[in-house]
């Protein structure tokens, strides 16, 4: 053994027919880190971190005892993933979050809360759609990881919304916005596990998520007043869903992408509060609000909003191309480029050739996360000279304390999609994901039908759309290929499917009880939104059936 050179002994190129010559076995025993970490997680009821562990255990074993993969590429395979689930993946969320944070310790956060409150003329039901659905999607666009349902259930309360009403209303709000959650973390994991430009993704699923989008303002009003709020308030209802649809469909393939939400959220409620100085509801004595928000001024409230517009003007200049100012370019100069060591060489593709999977690339200028930080940076400065600094306290020690408090309060989530990153790249690297889309590929065209279902699953389990991209996004390409589909729009079509899990997770359920103060009432949650997951599901399928097929195909970028 000591003559034989290092490379050629670890060197390994996946089979999709690895176990007794058959993709249907081979298949088989691929999906037992799946079934691994979905039994652990929902019947023996282990934390998702847990879970991830014994799935990526699994996922090893079957690697190189089913699969014949070295051990130590198996292991580098997970050190990759690894080292891919905390930069860029979770530098983008503990960013986004901070970001939010700092809105909350300047005290600027409860300024801007104020001004949702304001508005709706009193009336509790638009202040309800416009709280969980634009309020909602802008926490879910900086925040994401149950933060906008945990705010906003508590809001509606404050409101006088009964305490279950308030947790349905927030889980069904939280479907249209999460595609494109935490800065579209979601869309950039896909993007750099399939190969596949994240643009090209948001570009599919901003042709999705939108359709949502349009409807779930009247869903809301119906949940909140039934089909009274719906009947006196539906134009209301309409123009907000209406205005968010086109922002995300825009922002999605126009601008940055990783905005999408925040610009939809802003443009939804913008366009709410013009309507409103032309319109006025129908407002029923039992549905007055509670709440009479103290007048603010014009001046808090645009240092409210301030933080929300810098980011999006950060991320404008960074897509900046103009003559021979290209931004991007100079952004990605920067860029940190490493054939994973150990691993690149001897991850064959099917040609011989070194697989592509086995280069580690980070854009560290460019990078949404590092975008994100220099945002909060100029917030951080922006409030310590503001004139009211003495009321709304601002410093470097302010921000550096909510940087540590973030990180603390992050480190089971940052383990937790570390891990599933480790478990992904283990299964795409070993072949596993390869042999079980090749598979289901022989479903043939009605794989369409399915792909929606698949991330519906993912999120609905993990309780994160990131993780089940992470799962799933490489399967989809793999099947789509092989059955004739565009895999982008099967990759695009996990992601959105993902959104109407999210509100039949048991993370996303436990969370809206607590916020109610209604601790075990998650199976009442469950039966009534349950209905509503599964009925937007449908309706994603046929859509995306549709897409594959000359009958919506226009419909694609």
């Known amino acids: 053994m000591a003559t034989t050179p290092p490379a050629a002994l670890a060197a390994y190129t996946p089979d999709v027919a690895a176990v007794g010559d058959s993709l249907t076995a081979t298949a088989l ?69 901070w970001f939010y944070e700092l809105t909350v310790a300047g005290n600027r956060f409860e300024d801007l809360r104020r001004s949702f409150n304001s508005v709706g003329r009193g009336d509790l ?71 596949i ?7 599919v699923i901003g042709r999705q998520s939108p359709l949502l989008a349009l409807f779930v303002p009247q869903l809301l009003l ?39 939400d925040v610009v939809a959220a802003l443009a939804g409620f913008g366009a709410a509060v013009i309507m409103l100085r032309f319109w006025s509801p129908t407002t029923p004595d039992d549905q007055r609000s509670r709440v009479e928000a103290e007048p603010l001024t014009g001046r808090r409230v645009s240092l409210a909003v301030l933080p929300y517009v810098l980011v999006i003007a950060v991320f404008a200049l960074a897509k900046l191309r103009l003559g021979a100012l290209d931004v991007p370019k100079l952004l990605g100069t ?28 980070l854009e560290v200028l460019g990078n949404p996360g590092t975008l994100l930080l220099l945002s909060g940076l100029l917030v951080m400065l922006i409030y310590s000279r503001a004139k009211d600094s003495d009321r709304f306290p601002m410093s470097a020690r302010i921000g550096l304390s909510c940087a540590g408090r973030t990180l603390r309060n992050m480190r089971t989530a940052i383990a937790t999609v570390a891990t599933v990153l480790a478990l992904s790249y283990v299964m795409n690297q070993s072949g596993q994901t390869l042999a079980i889309g090749t598979w289901l590929a022989a479903t043939g065209g009605f794989f369409a039908v399915l792909s929606p279902v698949l991330g519906w699953l993912g999120t609905a389990v993990t309780g994160s759309d990131t993780s089940s991209n992470a799962l799933f996004a490489t399967l989809q390409q793999t ?49 009534k939104v349950a209905g509503y997951s599964v009925a937007m599901l449908a309706v994603l399928c046929v859509l995306v059936a549709l897409q594959s097929l000359p009958v919506l195909s226009w419909m694609l970028p």
């Open 222 to 260: 119906f949940l909140v007043d039934g089909r009274r709020g719906l009947r006196q308030l539906w134009p209301i209802a309409l123009v907000t869903g209406a205005v968010f649809a086109l922002a995300q469909f825009w922002c999605s393939a126009h601008f940055a992408y990783e905005l999408t």
């Open 479 to 527: 099947a789509g290929k092989a059955a004739g589909i565009d895999p982008t729009l099967l990759v695009a079509a996990n992601t959105t499917g993902g959104v109407v899990g999210k509100l039949i997770s048991p993370q996303n359920l436990t969370i809206a009880a607590t916020a109610v103060e209604q601790p075990g009432t998650e199976r009442i949650l469950l039966r």
């Open 125 to 195: 039901r638009i202040q309800a759609m416009l709280i969980a659905f634009c309020f909602g999607g802008l926490l879910e666009a900086l925040a994401g990881f149950g933060a906008p349902v945990a705010i906003t259930a508590a809001m509606l309360m404050a409101l006088g919304l009964p305490r279950l009403t308030s947790a349905v209303t927030v889980l069904v709000a939280n479907t249209a916005p999460v595609a494109f959650g935490a800065m579209a973390i979601p869309i950039t994991t896909a993007g750099t596990l399939t190969g």
């Open 197 to 203: 430009p994240a643009e090209d993704l948001a570009g």
């Open 29 to 97: 025993l691929g999906l037992v880190p799946l079934a691994t970490f979905f039994v652990l997680l929902m019947a023996a009821r282990r934390p998702a971190l847990h879970s991830a562990l014994g799935a990526l255990l699994a996922a090893l074993l079957v690697a190189v005892l089913g699969y014949g993969m070295p051990l130590q590429l198996g292991v580098l395979s997970a050190t990759q993933g690894l080292a891919f689930g905390l930069f860029p993946v979770m530098l983008i969320v503990v960013s986004a979050i």
């Open 334 to 361: 920067l860029t940190l480029q490493l054939n994973w060591p150990g691993l690149y060489g001897n991850l064959l593709a099917a040609d011989g050739s070194p697989a592509a999977s086995a280069v580690y690339k």
